[in-house]
């Protein structure tokens, strides 16, 4: 069914469009990673009212004196497929979840350390647009999108743009946060741990070392490890290049050598999966930014559009005719009714950040989503943001290392 919008038309019927076209409709009513969160940091002393899902979760992840949590990015369950049955994640996997949506690290990040959905934080991707501060900008880069220059210079602090509160800063029992050195201090990571909490690591082998001295201490832990190089190597690569499958090796092998460690409890997951990309889909932001009260946001997938009322009319019309077949223009407002944030509690907040519209790709395509053409044209090999099976579904995988395997 389609619906004339000012000349223009949009589909009316999102949960149609998503089963027609094989995509997942987010049921939060399942178990999701805003559950798992929310099971781990109960087991870690944090009071929060326990549902369903949750006492499924905790009959599924025991208890322990030490929990690691290791978000491996872009690691979905169909990456986790291609690994031999014998190997240690595949081994333990314990369900399939679904991740929110959009599915892109800065959404699926905040969600996991405030365990709220991305309709109550706000933080909606790699882009983001500040109504009230009228600041395109990046969340994790904590940094002005057009000048590149980082928000604090145009005296926007981390309390303007991170609305919600991280619970690693609120947990009753010792919390390590393990990055990537070249992040561990960045405004964003702040954000996510006290400085004291934050530890640098440089590679597998001192990811080990670090653990090993935590699980030494006589303190009970939850340690929370970001490992980011899947997702930026299927970027460049693609999620079926040989280069891809060998990271997942190694850090299959960092498992394996993390689970040699006695009274502990590692759960494993992912931010998102990614998908193929075949095409590029080019904007022509000369064309278009005349329409726009602010830069497309969210993503290389999905993206939010900032529409002139005036120009309503014109930018369906155009962009219908521009990107038939490769791009599908909704009503952000559909999404908000179907439940594709979240269970329906919009903040004030994230909706202000939301555009009017909001567009998908089709499967095996990506929007280069920035002015910066050139940077990006025939570079990206696999994506992620949109609501495919492979982006939206991550695997559970729990090990108690006290266990035989």
Known sequence: MMCKVQGGY????????????????????EINIV???????????YNIKKTKNISE???????????????????????????????????NIKKNIVTVF???????????VTAEYPEEHGIWGWFNYNRELNCDYFPLLFSDRKSMKPLNEFKIKSKNIYKSESILKKLKIKTN??????????????FVGNDTDR????????????????????????TYLYLPDIDTIEHENGLNSEVTLNKLKEINKLITELSRIKDMTIVF???????EISEDIVFD?????KYFYAYPSIDFGTASYYIKSEYEEEFVNEFEKDFKDKMYLFKTQEFIDNKIFGKGNISDYAFDNLGEYISLCKTGTYLINSPETALYLGKIKGNHSGLTSDEMVIPLVVINTNEKL
């Open 177 to 190: 946060i393990l990055f990537p050195y070249y992040i561990c201090d960045s405004v964003y990571s702040q």
């Open 269 to 275: 997951t992912a931010d998102h999966g990614q998908t």
């Open 57 to 91: 979760l905790d009959y599924i992840i025991p208890n322990n004196k030490h929990y690691l949590f290791i978000l491996s990015d872009g690691t979905g369950s169909n990456l986790i497929n291609k690994l031999d049955d014998n190997s240690i994640l595949k081994q």
């Open 199 to 222: 530890h640098p690591y440089s590679n597998f082998l001192e990811i080990i070392e670090l653990i090993k001295d935590i699980c030494n201490c006589n303190k009970s832990s939850y």
């Open 35 to 45: 559950d798992l969160m929310k099971c781990l940091y109960i087991k870690c002393g």
């Open 10 to 29: 949009l589909v009316q019927n999102l949960k149609k469009f998503i089963k027609k076209h094989n995509l997942v409709l987010p049921n939060y009513n």
């Open 285 to 289: 932001f000369d064309k278009y930014k």
């Open 102 to 112: 959009p599915s892109t690290t800065g959404c699926v990040l905040t969600s996991l």
